[in-house]
Structures are given as structure tokens and as C-alpha cells.
């Protein structure tokens, strides 16, 4: 393996996202002629970051991240996130590295444990998830900047084929939640990824469980919708938080009075449909990124006061393209 780090001194070259910034999530069930659309779109409307996801059954993650890439000239992509057990970090290493030498400085990859279930029904839930996202992360990281592997438990990277380094080193986040996974993202990632409900409570707490000691990106997910009217636009975005009645999303509500509440309320419902139905409107507002835009430009500086460096509003329900419009009102 070559040692050589290819980090770019080029002062054209675009930088790292870091700071204040604003981005917007790529549904992941777009009608296939409306995704390039959305991207060009939210490239145009001024959004800092473009966010893919990759979720079982759907789009891949790194074949939307370079399809949008080639659409637009200035957004940054985000993939948040491929989970670490699909591919190897060899080939995981040389997806990021070839749309970082392709779209030098507009890429993040995002790495993660996978949902659980559908990592099991995969047959591809690792006896020790921890370690396995570590060594994953750890290599991929080690391939983008030309340095030698760590040989690890799961990971074996004992050849030097890896010549087609990027010279801006893309940033390797971790996406976890829980305060050992925070932890490990603190000590080798780039940055973290919070793909679930985020209000400011919990980046606090998620921050201090992080414990970085240098440059540490923080990015967070919220369903979000515009409105004069607020109570519109929270009505419109409660679909959105079904997926927190599922048993595998335990977002940690740290701070928030209602914790106990919500963690009952989930236990007593029989589908996440009846779960998001049966959230008072007062739980909507503080899991969401809804109201009027004043309102959410507030919500938006209370998270980034709180250690967040982008935010990401992911929008709901139907003409998502229209809704990206109102959603630009925010910046």
C-alpha cells in the first residue's frame, strides 16, 4: 500500500462541508424521471448539501450519489448511509475514491451497522456489528489517503492495487446512534450522521457521547414542511415519523419530557401508521422540522447551536418537487 496521502492543496479545489449549512434529502421513492430533476433543482435553489439514502428494496446509494453528481455543478452529495456488511471496504474504498477523483470535494460517504432486520434477513448481521463498522470505516478511510491497513477481525487488505486515489480525500462519516456507536465515531470518523429525529436535546447528548478531539462534522435528518399556517404544516409531516414506531428506531429522546410517554406509546401500538396517528401535536413540533418559515429558520439555528454543522430536511408526502421549492424558503 502506498503511503503517500493525497490530500489536495489545489486553492480552486472545492472544501470539506463544515459550518452552518443546510441540506435536503433525495426521496428514495421518487418516480425515476422526477430524481435528476430534484437534484438539479435543489442545486439551483441554493442548498448546501444533497443527500441519497440507501434503503433495502429500493435505489443504490453510491449509483444515485454519482448520477446526481453528474446532474448538478454545485451541491455537495452525501451518501447516508450504505451499510458496512454490504460490501467489502476494498470495493466500498473504490466507489468513494472514483466519484472523489470524478467530483473532487463534493462527496461524503456515509457508512453504517444497517438497519437490523434487514441486515439479518440478508444473513449479513456480523456477530460484533461494532467492530465490523470500525474495521470497515478505519480501511476505507486508510485506502482514500494512501496509508496501510489495519488487518482486523473482519477486514483483509493485504495488496497494493490502489492507484486511483482522489486528491480531495472525501469525508467518511459514521451513521449510529447509541453511545457506544457515537464513541467510535468520535475516535476515527470524519463526522457523524443522525438519520433519525434530532431536536436539540439529543445533539447535545449526542455530541458529549461523540467526545471528538478535532474536526467533527454533524449531520442530522428531520422530516420537514412549510406552511403559513403551522398546524398545516405539522398535520403534513406526521406520516413522516411513522418510522419511529418501528422496533428498530429507538431514537433517544435525551432532554425531552415526553420520553417515557413516546417509548409507551410505541409499545401500545400495533403499526407505526397508529403510532405517528396517535403523536399529540406537541410531539410533532419537537421531532420535526414544520411550521411557518420563520419558525423552522428557528429550529434550524436552535440545532445548529447545538453542535449540528448541516441540516438536512427531508420532505414528505406527495409533489415533493413543489415542496422542495417551499422548503428553499428557509435558507
Keep these: 500500500m502506498a503511503t503517500t496521502a493525497h490530500i489536495s492543496t489545489d486553492p480552486d479545489a472545492p472544501s470539506a462541508p463544515t459550518g452552518r449549512r443546510i441540506g435536503v434529502m433525495l426521496p ?13 433543482q435543489a442545486d439551483s435553489l441554493g442548498f448546501d448539501e ?4 440507501e434503503d433495502l428494496g429500493f435505489r443504490g446509494g453510491v449509483a444515485q450519489a454519482a448520477a446526481v453528481l453528474a446532474a448538478t455543478s454545485r451541491i455537495t452529495v ?5 451499510p458496512a456488511a454490504v460490501r467489502h471496504a476494498a470495493f466500498a474504498a473504490m466507489e468513494i475514491a472514483t466519484l472523489g477523483q470524478l467530483f473532487p470535494g463534493r462527496i461524503v460517504a456515509g457508512l453504517g451497522h444497517g438497519m437490523p432486520a434487514w441486515m439479518r434477513s440478508l444473513g449479513l448481521w456480523p456477530a460484533s456489528p461494532l467492530t465490523l463498522l ?10 482514500l489517503r ?5 488487518q482486523g477481525r473482519y477486514v483483509t487488505l493485504e495488496h497494493e492495487e490502489f492507484t486511483e486515489l482522489p486528491d480531495v480525500v472525501p469525508p467518511v462519516l459514521l451513521g449510529v446512534r447509541g453511545p457506544r456507536s457515537l464513541a467510535l465515531s468520535g475516535r476515527i470518523a470524519d ?24 474536526p467533527h462534522q454533524l449531520i442530522t435528518y428531520d422530516v420537514a414542511a412549510v406552511s403559513k399556517d403551522s398546524g398545516l404544516a405539522l398535520e403534513a409531516v406526521r406520516p413522516g415519523l411513522a418510522y419511529i414506531g418501528e422496533p428498530d428506531w429507538a431514537p433517544h429522546l435525551v432532554g425531552l419530557d415526553f420520553a417515557d410517554d413516546l417509548a409507551a406509546l410505541r409499545a401500545r401500538c400495533e403499526s407505526p401508521q397508529e403510532f405517528a396517528r396517535q403523536l399529540p401535536l406537541t410531539w410533532v413540533d419537537a421531532l420535526s422540522l ?11 439555528a436552535a440545532r445548529h447551536d447545538a453542535g449540528a454543522t448541516s441540516v438536512v430536511l427531508t420532505p414528505v408526502g406527495e409533489n415533493r418537487l413543489s415542496q422542495l421549492e417551499q422548503l428553499a424558503q428557509v435558507q
Excluded at 28 to 40: G, I, T
Excluded at 146 to 150: K, Q, R, T, Y
Design 146 to 150: 494512501g496509508e496501510a491497513v489495519p
Design 290 to 300: 414544520a411550521g411557518t418559515p420563520e419558525g423552522i429558520r428557528a429550529k434550524i
Design 134 to 143: 470500525e474495521e470497515t470505516a478505519t480501511a476505507v478511510r486508510s485506502v
Design 50 to 53: 444533497l443527500w441519497v439514502i
Design 191 to 214: 463526522g457523524t450522521l443522525l438519520a433519525e429525529p434530532a431536536p436539540p436535546t439529543y445533539i447535545r447528548a449526542a455530541r458529549s457521547h461523540i467526545s471528538a478531539t478535532g
Design 28 to 40: 428514495r421513492d421518487l418516480p425515476p424521471h422526477e430524481v435528476l430533476q430534484f437534484a438539479r
Design 78 to 82: 452525501g451518501i447516508g448511509i450504505t
